[in-house]
C-alpha cells in the first residue's frame, strides 16, 4: 500500500534497529498526522525511558540513522523530542499516479485473508423489523463489504429469531385465521398477526375469551419440538412468509444477505443437547435447582449472586444462550474462523460475554476470535428511543419510504424525467438514512433527524453524493470520461497537494473499519476527501478558470486527479453500501 502512514512507519523502524540495537525491532513507531508537518513520529519519549538518555537526543540519533531519500522533504526534530516528517511533492504524487485508472483505488487484496463469519441483522420471525434492526443490518453490511473487499473470507450469518416458544401461539393463529391471510399480514405487517396471536394467547390465558387457545398452543409447542410433520410444515410456512418480508427490506436498502445467508436459531436444533453433554462432560456446566448452568468467574447479579448462564431449564427446554453457544462452536470448529463478528446491540454484551467466555473455557476458541461489534441506540429528535407516536417502535419500511419521499422533494425541482427522479431519490433517500447510521461510532446513540441526514451540505450521504455527482460533471463538461483519465498527477498547489495526500490513506481507513468494525472512520475519511475537494475547486480550476480554459498540460494532471478522488468515493461509499448517482 501507498498509505505515507504505512511507508513511514517501516522506515522508522528500520532507523530504530540501526541506532538502538535489534532489540528495539518491534517498537512501534507512534506515527501520527501532525499540524507542524504531514506525519509525526512520536517515539523518542518511550524509547529514551528505555534508553535512560534525554528525549531530544534519542530524535537526533534516530533522525541521522532515518532513510527517507526520495520521500521526504524535510524532516525536523521538535519539541521534547518530536520527529516532524514532510513528504515531498513528487512522491506524493508518485505514489499517486499509477492509481488512477486503478479500479480498487490503490487498495491490495490483504496477503493475510481470515475467515470471518458475521453475525448481524438477525431479525426475528414474524415480528416486524424496527429500527434496532437497521443499524445491526447496515453497520454489518459495510463490515461483510469492506472485508471482502480487502480479501477476507466473510460468511454472512444471518442468525434470525425463527425458534421458541411463541411459535406455538403463532402456529395456532395461523391454523385460525388461514393462511392467505397470515401470509397478507407477514409479508406486510407482521406486528399485526403477532400482536393478535399474543391477544388471544392472553386472553385464554385469563379465561377472557378464545376458549382453548393457550392449551393448545402450549401443545403445539410440544408437538414442535417433538418434531411433529405437520407442525413443522406449518412452521416453515411462517419462517417462508417472514423471510420474504425481510428479503424486501433487504432489497429497499441494498443490504447483500440472501437467503444462502440465513442460519437462524433453529439451524443448530439438533447440535444442543450435545453441547450441553459437552460442556457437563468438562465440568463447565453444572445442575442448579433442576436447570444446567454454567458459572464464571466475576459475573455477578443481584446482590453479588453468581449469575447463571441457563443452558437447559428445569423443563429440559434450551435457551437462546444454548444457540448461541452452538453457534459459536460450529463457527470456530466446522466453519474454521479466525475472527467471528457479532453486530448486535449493546444491551446483549453480557450475555455475549458469558457465552465467549463459556466457550473459551470449554476450548473451542484457541484458533478464533470473538469480536461484539456492539449498536447503541437510534432516539428520536425528543431525546427518547425512536418510536412512533403511539408509541410502537418505528417500522422500518415505514421509515424508509419516508427518507425515499422527502429525498423526491429535495431534487423535485431540477426536472428529470420520472424514471430518473425516482432512482436519485432512492439512492439519495436511502443513502441518506445509511449515511446518519455509519457516519456515527456504531457504540453511540444518534438521533434520527430526516431533516438533517438529507442536507446536501454537512457530514451527509447526500453531500458526499453530490461530491461524487460534481466529479461526474466536471468530466461531462470536459468531454472526458473518468474511467479512462490516466497519470501522470502532478502537484502544483497546497490544495492540490492536500487532497493527493488525503488520497493516499483509502488503504489506511478501509482497515481501520475492519479492524475495530468501525465504519464511521471510513465515512469521516471520505468526508475528508469531500472536504479537501472543496479546497481544491476554489483554488485548482480544472476545465475553465477565471481567465479563460484551463491549459492541457494543466488539465490533464487535474483530470487524473479528479478522476482518483471519483473512484476513491464512489468506491468507498460502496463499501457503505451506499449508491452514487450519476447526477443529482
Ligand atoms: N434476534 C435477535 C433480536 O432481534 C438478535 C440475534 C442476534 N444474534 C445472536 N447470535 N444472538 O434481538
Known sequence: ????????????????????????????????????????????????????????????????????????????????????????????????????????????????????????????????????HLRTTVVGDAFARTAEFRGHRVIRQNHIGDWGTPFGMLIEHLLEVGEAEAQRELETDPNVFYQAARAKFDASEKGEGHGDFATRARARVVALQAGDAETLAIWRRLVEMSKAYFNKIYHELDITLTDDDLAGESTYNDLLADVCDELEA????????????????????????????????????????????????????????????????????????????????????????????????????????????????????????????????????????????????????????????????????????????????????????????????????????????TGPITITHPAERALVLHLLGFGAAIDALIEEVAPHKLAAYLYGVADALTGFYENCPVVKGPDGPVPDEVRGPRLAICALALNTLVTGLGLLGIKVPERM
Open 1 to 132: 500500500m501507498s498509505d505515507p502512514q504505512l511507508v513511514l512507519a517501516a522506515r522508522v523502524q528500520a532507523a530504530i534497529s540501526a541506532a538502538f540495537g535489534v532489540e528495539f525491532a518491534g517498537t512501534d513507531p507512534v506515527i501520527r498526522p501532525s499540524q507542524f508537518a504531514d506525519l509525526q513520529a512520536n517515539v523518542a519519549l518511550p524509547l529514551s525511558k528505555k534508553l535512560r538518555r534525554p528525549p531530544r537526543d534519542v530524535a537526533q540519533d534516530l533522525v541521522a540513522a532515518l532513510d527517507v531519500e526520495g520521500i521526504c522533504a524535510k524532516v525536523e526534530v521538535s519539541g521534547p523530542g518530536f520527529v516532524n516528517l514532510t513528504l515531498s511533492d513528487e512522491w506524493i504524487a508518485g505514489q499517486a499516479s499509477p492509481l488512477v485508472g486503478d479500479e480498487r483505488a490503490g487498495v491490495p487484496l490483504t496477503d493475510r485473508p481470515q475467515t470471518i463469519p458475521v453475525d448481524y441483522s438477525a431479525p426475528n420471525v414474524a415480528k416486524e423489523m424496527h429500527v434496532g
Open 282 to 485: 468438562k465440568g463447565l456446566a453444572v445442575v442448579d435447582d433442576g436447570a444446567l448452568c454454567v458459572f464464571l468467574d466475576g459475573f455477578t447479579g443481584r446482590e453479588g449472586k453468581p449469575l447463571p448462564l441457563i443452558i437447559r431449564k428445569s423443563d429440559g427446554g434450551y435457551g437462546y444462550g444454548t444457540t448461541d453457544l452452538a453457534a459459536l462452536r460450529h463457527r470456530a470448529q466446522k466453519l474454521h474462523a479466525d475472527r467471528v463478528v457479532y453486530v448486535i446491540g449493546i444491551p446483549q454484551s453480557l450475555h455475549l460475554k458469558m457465552v465467549f467466555e463459556t466457550a473459551r473455557k470449554a476450548g473451542w476458541l484457541e484458533h478464533t476470535e470473538p469480536f461484539h461489534a456492539g449498536i447503541g441506540n437510534v432516539l428520536g429528535t425528543d431525546g427518547k428511543i425512536l418510536r412512533t407516536r403511539s408509541g410502537k417502535p418505528l417500522k422500518l419500511a415505514d421509515l424508509l419510504a419516508e427518507g425515499v419521499e422527502r429525498a423526491a422533494q429535495v431534487i423535485a425541482e431540477r426536472g428529470y424525467d420520472a424514471a430518473t427522479q425516482a432512482e436519485i431519490a432512492h439512492a439519495v433517500g436511502t443513502g441518506a438514512i445509511k449515511y446518519a447510521d455509519l457516519s456515527v461510532a456504531r457504540d453511540s446513540e444518534y438521533v434520527f433527524d430526516f431533516d438533517r441526514m438529507l442536507s446536501l451540505t454537512g457530514n451527509t450521504g447526500p453531500y458526499l453524493q453530490y461530491a461524487a455527482a460534481r466529479i461526474r460533471s466536471i468530466f461531462r463538461l470536459a468531454g472526458a470520461d473518468p474511467a479512462a483519465a
